[in-house]
């Protein structure tokens, strides 16, 4: 092999391609590129001449193959799904024992599994890597979630630490001043080894999971704000602003207060209220929520906040159904300030139980999947380079740090009080959004995890004597513990029995 045989391979030159392929020659590292539009390939290459590490352009597989060190590692940037496959399947031919193929998508963990076993058998390695922070994450530090083979993590380790994001050791801030050539130097890499097999790719899922609750609360917050109390854009932006100076201390909640405070270059009026308001999503929360309800773990705020966007992609029907449909007239007579502050505590603790589900998600999984996941380290990763990077995620790592089995982060002594001496506001608001009729799917769905979360005995016996009347599904007794059914001849009903 040649001397000057690149450290990395690269497949896939869209925007995130590009970026991840320049931050890694930004530390010092060659890499090649190829992708099937050879154009693309030339002139990326031919616009970026002077990385420190070097960007090397390849016109065929082969060629792309060949030009890499052993054990060979090579990051695929496609879409997911058939097109990884086809990728996968065009360089397994050309591959070595050892060699190591880095998935570096938004891949389902069950496909990650699947082409991690299918790998094995023809002694390849195959690395699922979660990468998070989008285009400007890629570019300057992402968030590494990789999951695979432990001898692979060791390989790609001194890769995945330099290109990551770097956090402060002390305070767990990201630390800033990232630009082409000059990568930032020292903290710790937001970059770990999450577990085998498709355990990366799953963390990653649950990220956007995590991510879509973040987003959705923070609209909700807005709408309260902008339909309730009256308030234009620019001045909620200076709220979002304030508040991002606190316990809410995040990149969501910095770009949100620049978004409301952004003018439309075109008419001159807020940029919030000329963009059409329909969300669309590729799948990783709808994900989340399955597996959630797969594995039979509550994570209905994550839930809620797909659904939210569902909703707004039926923008005919709703325009429609706006002119049927009616409400209670929206009317707020308080005192603003002490609301808007209400407003923020009801967000603070609605996110707290959302990334208490994302967790409890996570530890079941690794039930399901045999994984032992560091939970602690997983927020640690999350503090720097990905998109729901917060301050409180700090107290996440502290808290599992504290108690390493914690069974949900509603437990942990700092979360649970932050709880209790916010969760008055929490319900003020939740009560008043009911009373105007202005949705807030998230701040109750959040609302009402937390009470059912606290509470010793649910309505859930009742649940249990309905199957039992109707379809014989048995029922247990409080007075005879152990796990031992019962059914109660009950009386006879001449309608068919379902099941439910």
């Known amino acids: 092999m040649p001397e000057d045989s690149s450290d990395i391979g690269l497949i896939g030159l869209a925007v995130m ?94 496909d990650t599994i699947r082409r991690e076993k299918h790998l094995k058998e023809k002694n390849i390695r195959f690395v699922g890597s979660g990468v998070s922070g989008g285009e400007e994450g890629a570019r300057f530090g992402p968030s590494l979630m990789l ?43 937001c970059s770990a080894y999450i577990g085998p097999d498709g355990a990366g790719h799953y963390v990653k899922m649950v990220h956007n999971g995590i991510e879509y609750g973040d987003m959705q609360e923070i609209c909700e917050a807005y709408l309260l704000m902008k339909s309730l109390l009256g308030m234009e854009a620019s001045e909620i932006g200076q709220v ?36 059409l308001d329909t969300a669309g999503q590729k799948g990783t929360g709808k994900w989340t929520s399955v597996s959630a309800l797969d594995m039979g773990v509550p994570a209905p705020t994550i839930a809620e906040a797909v659904f939210a966007r569902c909703v707004s992609a039926v923008k005919e029907e709703r325009l429609f159904a706006s002119e049927i449909l009616k409400g209670p007239d929206s009317d707020f007579d308080g005192d603003k300030e002490v609301f808007i502050e209400a407003i923020h505590d009801a967000l603070y603790c609605s996110k707290i139980c959302s990334y208490a589900q994302g967790f409890q998600l996570m530890r079941e999984a690794q039930n399901e999947y045999n994984w032992i996941l560091n939970f602690g380290e997983i927020a640690q990763i999350w503090r720097g380079g990905c998109i729901i990077r917060a301050r409180f995620l700090q107290k996440i790592t502290e808290a599992y740090e504290l108690d390493s089995n914690l069974a949900n982060l509603l437990l942990d002594p700092y979360f649970n009080e932050e709880i209790q001496s916010s969760q008055l506001n929490w319900r003020k608001v939740v009560a008043k959004a009911a009373e105007q009729g202005i949705p807030t799917p998230t701040f109750s769905s959040a609302l009402a995890y937390y009470d059912s979360y606290r509470l010793a005995r649910l309505p859930a016996n009742l649940l249990q004597s309905q199957r039992d009347y109707f379809g014989t599904h048995t029922y247990e007794r409080v007075d005879q513990p152990g796990g031992h059914f019962y059914h109660l001849d009950w009386p006879k009903d001449p309608r068919p029995q379902y099941d439910v």
């Open 17 to 110: 391609g590009q970026n991840l392929a320049l931050n890694i020659a930004d530390h010092g590292f060659k890499v090649s590129v190829y992708n099937r539009t050879i154009s693309k390939m030339v002139e990326f290459v031919a616009a970026n001449p002077d990385t420190p590490g070097g960007l090397v352009g390849q016109e065929t597989l082969e060629e792309f193959v060949n030009s890499l060190k052993g054990p060979r590692k090579i990051i695929i940037m496609v879409q997911a799904g058939g097109p990884t496959d086809a990728v996968i399947d065009g360089l397994i031919p050309l591959l070595e024992e050892g060699d190591i193929i880095i998935d570096g998508g938004n891949s389902k963990w069950t």
């Open 147 to 189: 999951g695979g083979d432990p001898e692979s993590w060791k390989l790609l380790q001194p890769i995945w630490q330099a290109i990551a994001a770097k956090v402060d050791a002390e305070t767990g801030k990201p630390l800033e001043g990232a630009e082409p050539g000059k990568p930032v130097e020292g903290g710790l890499p």
């Open 240 to 275: 979002f602003a304030r508040w991002n100076e606190g316990r809410l201390d995040s990149f969501l909640i910095e770009i949100t207060a620049d978004i409301l405070q952004q003018n439309d270059p075109v008419t001159g009026k807020a940029f919030v209220d000329i963009v």
